[in-house]
């Protein structure tokens, strides 16, 4: 007898632990991936599809709202400068959020709450996730940018009501890139919350004690990368002076809790 693929049985274990969800919290997220991907650039443009008010939709849809700003609010401010606008954007970030946030609460991980000081676990759990939510984003990216050339090559069609004057071929042709947008946020969201419950968030348990310390600290350096991508994206030379204050400041503040 041939056994299966690694591929294939890790696929399957990760497939289990997203059907082992409430079906209902799992059905929202996946409407709010789709809502949010289509308000992000197609329609409305409400900006609720910023990694803050995504993360807090998702995390109230799951009943925990407050991780849900737990992991949004420091995203967002790492992508403050990178706005899905043209071709300049990178990343996915709308069902990395939501389906990040939607993992990290309804399989019960434990991260930090905002009205209570947090342990070295949950913070590095906050970490481990933010680092998932980071990936899940820049892997989306070439999805994303896929769509939009693939939107470009149909809009090219509209060309001819030009001649004939058949403005209905537009409204087909604006419903199909639409469609094409929701499609995305829906397969995406899933994808990302069965890698995350199957894979990523039971692989916590078993990072050494050192490496959890250091993902403690991830979320300390989000403000001065912020400003770092803000000095970026309007020429100043010395953001990487934020960066490696931040470090040095986490590391001092990371210190003094543990001397206390």
Excluded at 199 to 227: D, E, I, K, N, Q
């Amino acid at each position: 007898m041939i056994a299966p693929p690694p591929a294939a049985v890790a696929l399957a274990a990760a497939g289990a632990g997203l059907l082992a969800l409430p079906w209902a919290p799992v059905a929202l997220l996946a409407l709010l991936a789709v809502v949010l991907s289509l308000d992000e650039t197609a329609l409305a443009q409400t900006w609720l599809s910023q990694p803050l008010p995504a993360g807090l939709l998702a995390g109230a849809i799951c009943g925990d709202a407050a991780t849900g700003i737990a992991v949004g609010l420091p995203f967002q401010l790492i992508t403050l400068a990178n706005l899905p606008v043209g071709q300049t954007f990178t990343g996915e970030k709308v069902a990395a959020v939501v389906a990040g946030v939607g993992g990290a609460v309804l399989t019960g991980q434990a991260l930090p709450q905002l009205a209570r000081p947090a342990t070295e676990a949950a913070a590095g759990a906050l970490g481990w996730t933010l680092v998932a939510v980071c990936l899940f984003s820049l892997a989306g990216h070439r999805v994303v940018q896929l769509e939009r050339s693939t939107h470009f090559l149909w809009m090219l069609e509209g060309h001819r009501t030009l001649w004939d004057g058949r403005t209905e071929r537009l409204e087909r042709l604006q419903a199909r890139c639409l469609a094409a947008t929701a499609l995305r946020g829906l397969m995406l969201c899933l994808l990302w919350l069965t890698l995350m419950v199957g894979f990523w968030l039971p692989l916590y348990a078993l990072l050494p004690a050192r490496l959890v310390r250091a993902l403690a600290l991830l979320p300390l350096l989000a403000p001065p990368l912020a400003v770092a991508a803000l000095g970026d994206l309007y020429g100043w030379r010395n953001a990487w002076r934020w960066i490696a204050g931040g470090v040095t400041a986490a590391v001092l503040l990371a210190w003094r809790l543990g001397a206390g």
